[in-house]
């Protein structure tokens, strides 16, 4: 995540998703994987979702503070503020790229861990999603990923986890190929897996790892934002099992 994306599309899927589990009761923490904001390309502008009469009447309080966020100083701390998810906790520390000899990253994941232990569901939202094979530790790219074991960390630590993965350009059947790994780490027995998808500026997935004691809270929620007024924005992406 970056600053520059605050109250974009993007946001506006994820935080709707993360109310409709808030709604079931569910505690919710954000660890917003925070990077320092890029320059190099428009990414951020998609804000044409305010004004689009497909979102009337969804989440029109949600949209309007967003709305609000965009014409003032756009931030992960202006999002924060806007109590948008009341009682959710937020990590907001800076992910730093890597560099000879540094542990930070490993303290910060540390801090993280520490900082959101009171949450049923632990959210990660990094720029582009679970690490892939093509990008190594030592890269500066790393920082806008999720590390796998980051994952299994969190759900060692009681959590459900949810996080945002963009959608590449390969076929879906190959595409989710990427999520297999899952049903067979040792780390993440018992786990019920799944995906929902956004499809709205591009698309954008979210994987669900979910304890057993979360698992039917979670479903609920993701069938209602594949279901009624949200079927046009969101959709299932399918369901890997879990190993038990």
């Known amino acids: 995540m970056q600053n520059r994306y605050a109250g974009d599309v993007g946001d506006f899927g994820k935080l709707a998703m993360l109310r409709q589990i808030a709604d079931t009761g569910l505690a919710v923490g954000i660890n917003w994987y925070l990077v320092a904001n890029e320059v190099h390309n428009n990414d951020g502008k998609h804000t044409g979702f305010l004004n689009d009469r497909r979102f009337d009447g969804l989440d029109d309080m949600l949209r309007e503070s967003l709305r609000i966020i965009i014409q003032g100083e756009r931030s992960v701390y202006a999002l924060e503020n806007a109590n948008l998810l009341p009682g959710a ?22 801090n993280a861990i520490n900082h959101l232990q009171k949450s049923d569901i632990v959210f990660l939202d990094p720029d582009n999603g679970i690490i892939t094979k093509s990008v ?10 999720v590390l796998r ?37 040792p780390a993440l027995s018992g786990s019920s897996i799944s995906g929902l998808s956004f499809r ?24 209602i ?7 046009e924005h969101f959709s299932q992406l399918g369901k890997w099992g879990g190993r038990g």
């Open 136 to 145: 190594g530790l030592a890269s500066r790219n790393s920082i806008k990923y």
């Open 89 to 110: 906790v937020y990590y907001s520390q800076l992910l730093l790229p890597p560099s000879i000899e540094d542990f930070q990253r490993k303290l910060w994941h540390e």
């Open 149 to 185: 074991e980051e994952i299994c960390d969190y759900y060692a630590m009681g959590h459900s986890v949810v996080v945002y993965n963009h959608r590449c350009r390969e076929k879906p059947e190959k595409y989710v190929q990427r999520f297999d790994w899952m049903k067979d780490a």
């Open 225 to 231: 934002l594949a279901s009624c007024g949200w079927a």
């Open 200 to 223: 709205r500026g591009t698309i954008r997935d979210y994987i669900f790892i979910a304890k057993p004691q979360h698992s039917e809270c979670l479903s609920k929620a993701q069938n």
